[in-house]
């Protein structure tokens, strides 16, 4: 399947390397294809693979990092 681009509200975030930890998180989580966070944008923009992960996978590996995450439509 091909896969979609998700984006996501990140909350929390501090400094730059807060958004390197959580593109290095997601890039673990199965059938994510590429991951860019900014902090700046307070945004998380995820390319995945929905018969290997769903965006609510996304959403609790952010949040299992300890910060708030929310889909943006």
């Known amino acids: ?7 996501f509200r990140v909350e929390g975030m ?3 390397s807060c958004a390197l930890l959580i593109d290095d ?6 059938g994510v294809r590429s991951t860019q966070t900014t902090i700046k ?12 992960s769903s965006p609510q996978d996304v ?7 300890g910060y ?3 889909a943006l439509l």
């Open 1 to 7: 399947m091909a896969a979609t681009t998700h984006v």
């Open 41 to 52: 944008q307070a945004r998380s923009t995820v390319e995945l693979d929905a018969d290997r």
């Open 59 to 65: 959403i609790r590996v952010i949040e299992e990092l």
């Open 14 to 16: 501090h400094c730059g």
């Open 25 to 30: 998180a997601l890039e673990d989580l199965p």
């Open 68 to 70: 708030r995450a929310s």
